[in-house]
């Protein structure tokens, strides 16, 4: 049986929080109601498998009231430390590592990033060190590890085509095996 955690890095999806490059395409309200539809079907597909613990680590803090909506445990919720995208993604995966398990760090922003494709790269990482699953924008939906190092978040210009690219180089540096699964493609408008 595989046992992987499975860490999903989100904002709270509320208005003016989460998603908030498309309000102007599309207002206020159906950006918040978007946000809620993706989070709500990364929940379900990361618990979907009962592949391992799912950890969701939240900003901008774990008592905002708009999490209760969603009905998740308090021992599931992590509190994503300050810092740019890197620093907490460093933070996180260090904290992962004290789990002694394999890890899936994921967002909640690809919609093709399912159940299935969660099994697949959780069982990736029994015969690798790492797996990656590249997106059509030069980024990446989900990274798996097996233990931690500094540099995996380092100096990476997120939010730009080079993202899966450098992540590569950097694992390959460290000697790392790495199993790069099949491109995703986000929706258009994530």
Not at 32 to 40: G, P, T
Not at 83 to 112: F, H, M, N, V
Request: aromatic fraction near 6%; hydrophobic fraction near 40%; proline fraction near 5%.
């Amino acid at each position: 049986m595989i046992s992987t955690q499975i860490i999903i890095m989100a904002k709270v999806p509320v208005a003016g929080i989460s998603k908030i490059r498309l309000i102007p395409e599309l207002g206020i309200k159906k950006t918040e109601q978007l946000a809620k539809m993706l989070f709500q079907h990364t929940i379900d597909e990361a618990i979907a498998e009962n592949i391992g613990p799912v950890k969701l680590c939240v900003t901008p803090c774990i008592d905002h009231e708009s999490w209760q909506q969603f009905n998740i445990p308090e021992h599931v919720l992590w509190q994503q430390h300050d810092g740019d995208l890197g620093e907490r993604l460093t933070t996180i995966s260090y904290q992962a590592t004290q789990q002694q398990l394999p890890y899936l760090i994921i967002g909640t922003d690809c919609p093709t990033l399912n159940r299935n494709v969660l099994l697949s790269a959780a069982q990736a990482l029994q015969y690798s060190d790492t797996c990656i699953i590249p997106v059509s924008d030069g980024g990446y939906a989900l990274l798996g590890l097996h233990q931690h190092h500094d540099s995996n978040f380092d100096r990476i210009p997120w939010s730009t085509t080079q993202v899966c690219a450098l992540t590569e180089q950097i694992i390959t540096a460290l000697k790392w095996s790495i199993s790069k699964l099949q491109k995703l493609h986000k929706d258009i408008l994530c």
